[in-house]
């Protein structure tokens, strides 16, 4: 089940909204929860009903082995623990890429059977690993079964996250006020869900088929059509991630629980480090706090702390999709990283227009290499904008429709350069007549237009 659907939004939400707080209302705290993971499970169920099997055996798992971790602090079962969900995802994720690997260098005969990659496992699985170790350090506080089950399951952040935090989520559930219709968390979470169906519907499905046209159909791109192409999918990736990221902090604040946020205004960036520390925050914290610091993090010298920063980009390549590309584009990020590490201890600063367009237009080459299926994809691309291909007319655009694509991709990323993201605009309303307008007219704008339910990108990875 999509947000961005008529079942969704007219009969999901709507009835487990009611029921939930109407549990809730009469006392019934625990058949409001098991109601709710329920629901969750039914909106997981809807892609594909054995995916419930994968998602309530992890579950089941996690949790008991949480429960051992807890009455005795063991490194080797953490390892244990740990390296099973790593399996779990490396054979649903992974198992194509290597073994086809493998095949091509020995050459084997390649798997005709290729695994299906279960929605929302990679951020399910960080979620349930973050829980373990948390355990372990003494960090996470102990919880039963049900309220485990709805810190994983609850579908506002089960399919692309953000990855969230079990001693940040599960207080909000048992807190006093849980189950208390609360007016100004329903005006922000209106509003949020409204702005990020506006992203998503409007703007980025809007850009998908130029994008599709230039990156897959074209066989090679001039000049102009390279740079229109190449700032499409950098919008089109922008606002249909946080457009997502929208929608489900938006959801989780109609049932009081505020998720962490995913996006601080990345394309105002003035440097790489900070592009990370923008661009989906929660994924950035969690190699951070998992993978970064018990690496050493900058504790152990310079070089490790450069070693280290290349390590934890890497795999951040790697967990958004198994293919070469995602590895490169991860070592590209991790370069930049390194680089930036090493000019920041030289004392020189850029001035800020020249980080910013130096830091926009590096990320948006990169997201070259983050979209294209093949080599040849992102090569096209490439020698494109590099002017390699004569300037002329496109071979996937109109002349007229090349340069306006082109002055809308710019508008919009001066857009998200200029103002304030969506979470902090929403911290700041008033909801008085104007912001109510607003919220209710992106709604039904992105609702009218809403005949087509396609996915959110992230949902692949």
């Not at 350090?137 to 609850?154: M, Q, T």
């Not at 579908?155 to 006093?176: C, H, K, M, R, W």
């Not at 100004?184 to 992203?199: A, C, P, T, V």
């Amino acid at each position: 089940m999509l947000f961005n659907s008529h079942i969704f939004i007219l009969f999901f939400l709507p009835i487990v909204f009611a029921v939930y707080f109407l549990l809730r209302n009469f006392k019934q705290h625990e058949a409001g929860k098991l109601f709710l993971v329920l629901a969750s499970f039914t909106f997981y169920a809807w892609w594909k009903t054995e995916y419930l099997y994968l998602l309530g055996g992890t579950i089941l798992f996690n949790f008991y082995m949480a429960e051992a971790l807890y009455r005795k602090r063991s490194k080797p079962l953490l390892t244990v623990a740990v390296t099973a969900n790593l399996a779990v995802l490396g054979y649903f994720k992974y198992k194509n890429f290597f073994f086809n690997n493998i095949a091509e260098l020995t050459g084997m005969p390649t798997i005709t059977e290729k695994v299906i990659i279960p929605l929302g496992v990679s951020f399910y699985t960080f979620q349930q690993i973050s829980f373990l170790v948390d355990t372990y350090r003494g960090k996470a506080a102990r919880c039963n079964l049900l309220d485990y089950s709805l810190f994983v399951s609850f579908f506002p952040q089960l399919v692309a996250g953000p990855i969230s935090y079990q001693q940040e989520i599960t207080p909000q559930f048992n807190a006093d006020n849980a189950g208390k219709i609360n007016f100004q968390n329903i005006g922000q979470g209106f509003f949020l869900f409204s702005m990020g169906l506006f992203k998503k519907i409007v703007i980025a499905d809007s850009l998908a088929p130029y994008v599709e046209n230039g990156f897959d159909k074209a066989l090679a791109l001039p000049f102009w059509d390279s740079w229109a192409v190449s700032l499409a999918y950098t919008c089109q990736l922008y606002f249909d991630f946080s457009g997502y990221t929208d929608m489900a902090l938006g959801l989780g604040l109609l049932f009081n629980v505020k998720l962490p946020n995913n996006f601080n205004s990345p394309y105002q960036s003035l440097n790489i480090q900070d592009f990370w520390r923008r661009w989906h925050i929660t994924l950035g914290r969690f190699v951070r706090d998992y993978i970064y610091f018990p690496l050493g993090g900058s504790r152990k010298g310079a070089y490790r702390t450069l070693e280290n920063l290349l390590i934890s980009f890497l795999l951040i390549g790697f967990w958004h999709g198994a293919g070469w590309n995602f590895i490169l584009w991860g070592a590209l990020h991790g370069t930049a990283m390194v680089i930036h590490r090493i000019w920041q201890n030289t004392g020189n600063k850029l001035p800020a227009y020249a980080g910013w367009l130096l830091t926009f237009l590096y990320v948006n080459a990169c997201w070259v290499l983050f979209r294209a299926e093949t080599t040849f994809d992102a090569i096209k691309i490439y020698k494109g904008m590099l002017g390699m291909v004569n300037i002329g007319f496109s071979t996937a655009l109109t002349f007229r429709d090349e340069f306006v694509l082109l002055g809308i991709c710019i508008a919009l990323i001066g857009f998200a350069a200029r103002f304030n993201n969506s979470v902090t605009t929403a911290e700041n309303m008033k909801f008085s007549l104007k912001e109510s307008v607003m919220a209710i007219s992106m709604f039904m704008v992105s609702f009218v237009l809403l005949y087509t339910h396609q996915t959110f990108l992230y949902f692949d990875f």
